[in-house]
Each structure stands twice: as structure tokens, then as C-alpha cells.
């Protein structure tokens, strides 16, 4: 009678060690599975910083709390971060009639860590609202046509039809020898906008002057441009 005593309370006692502990719930799914708010009044700070950067507690998506890296929290909500250029492979000749502007190919894709540049359309849509450096450039040269003037040629960041920024001054060709050159060449723009989902982003190079011009682009590290989410 007393071993059977005995087991009887044995069994009891590693169940109610071993059990599921449900609050608000009949059916828990963890050792301490609570359904519903959880408050704490009193909450002592961590000053380790080795402990911050490694110990952040997380909900995950079916309430289950897990232990997450400050590292992850910060990148899953600063993923951003697009490089592209105009590839060596391309045409890069700009013909460009006066008060008229192109949207600029950036088609080789250097790092998107995010999928948000489109390299068929040039366009970058942001996934995250938030705050977005933007650097772009480009560098110009004659064609084999010669050298083409304007009072105004620049480069501009559009969101949708609206530009947001601009670099633009006069195109001045000039001939050094045989070598025909342009006096200032380069445009390039590096601005913070903020962003939502729903902008598109584009690059184009812009003749605000009244004469036709005709010009090649440099490519590869002479023309590309970057976006990083800063906040």
C-alpha cells in the first residue's frame, strides 16, 4: 500500500514539474503560456552593454518571446542599401533635344540588399518609410559628333514627375590637340529625402539649355549612384 502511495505522489509531483502552465488559457503551448498583457512595475537596468547588444527579448510572430542580437533588430528595419552603375556593356550616347531630359540606365546592379531597385525601369522604391541618403553622378564626354554646348545641362533625382534635387551648369566644350574635352564634366547630387512606400525614385540627365546636345557618358565608377536608409 505504501509503494503504491508512494508512486501515486511521484507521478503527481513530475507532472506538476513538467507540466504546461496556462494564464487566461486552458490549452498552453509553452512552459508558461499567458493569454493576454503582460505588466511589470519594476524593472532593473542593464548596464553590460555585452549583455544589451546580445539579450533583446522579442515577440515573434505567434507570441512566443525569444532572445534576439540589438544587431538584428537594428538591420531588420535599416535593410536598404542599393549601388548601381552604368555597365561598360551599354549604350551610352545621350542625344538631348533643349528643355527635354532622359532617364538615366543605371543597369548593372552592384548590391540591393533589399529588392528595391528595378534594373529594367531604373526605378527605386523604398519598402520602409524613413529617412534615405542618395548620392548620384555622372561624368560626360564628346561623341564622335564633336563637341555640343549648353547653357544648362544637369543631373536631377525625380520622385515620380517632381524633381527633388538637381546639379546642373553650362556644358563649355573646348579642344587640348586633337582631344576634344568638356571644361566641367561632372554632376553629381548628395542629399537625404525622406521616402515612403509609394515614391519612386528615378535619375535623369536634363538640357535645360535651347540647343540640342549630344554627349556620351562615362560609365562604370565615372556614373552610378547609391541610397542608403539612415533612419
Not at 519612386?200 to 547609391?226: A, K, M, P, R, W
Amino acid at each position: 500500500m505504501k509503494k503504491i502511495i508512494f508512486l501515486i505522489l511521484f507521478t503527481f509531483t513530475v507532472q506538476v514539474f513538467f507540466a504546461q502552465v496556462g494564464i487566461n488559457t486552458t490549452s498552453p503551448t509553452a512552459q508558461l503560456d499567458v493569454n493576454g498583457d503582460i505588466r511589470v512595475r519594476t524593472a532593473i537596468p542593464e548596464t553590460d552593454e555585452s549583455i544589451v547588444q546580445s539579450s533583446i527579448l522579442v515577440a515573434s510572430t505567434d507570441g512566443v518571446v525569444k532572445k534576439a542580437t540589438s544587431k538584428m533588430v537594428f538591420e531588420s528595419n535599416n535593410k536598404t542599401l542599393v549601388k548601381a552603375n552604368l555597365s561598360s556593356t551599354s549604350t551610352l550616347d545621350i542625344s538631348l533635344l533643349g528643355g527635354n531630359s532622359e532617364i538615366l540606365s543605371y543597369n548593372n546592379e552592384v548590391i540591393d540588399l533589399n529588392d528595391e531597385f528595378d534594373v529594367t525601369s531604373f526605378e527605386f522604391s523604398p519598402k520602409q518609410t524613413g529617412f534615405y541618403e542618395i548620392y548620384a553622378m555622372i561624368n560626360m564626354t564628346p561623341d564622335l559628333l564633336g563637341v555640343t554646348a549648353s547653357t544648362n545641362v544637369g543631373l536631377q533625382i525625380k520622385n515620380g514627375a517632381t524633381v527633388v534635387a538637381e546639379s546642373s551648369a553650362a556644358l563649355v566644350g573646348a579642344t587640348l590637340g586633337l582631344v576634344n574635352v568638356y571644361i566641367q564634366p561632372i554632376r553629381a547630387i548628395h542629399t537625404v529625402i525622406e521616402l515612403t512606400p509609394s515614391d519612386v525614385i528615378t535619375f535623369h540627365i536634363n538640357n535645360g539649355g535651347l540647343v540640342n546636345i549630344n554627349v556620351d557618358l562615362l560609365s562604370e565608377q565615372n556614373g552610378y549612384f547609391f541610397i542608403r536608409q539612415v533612419r
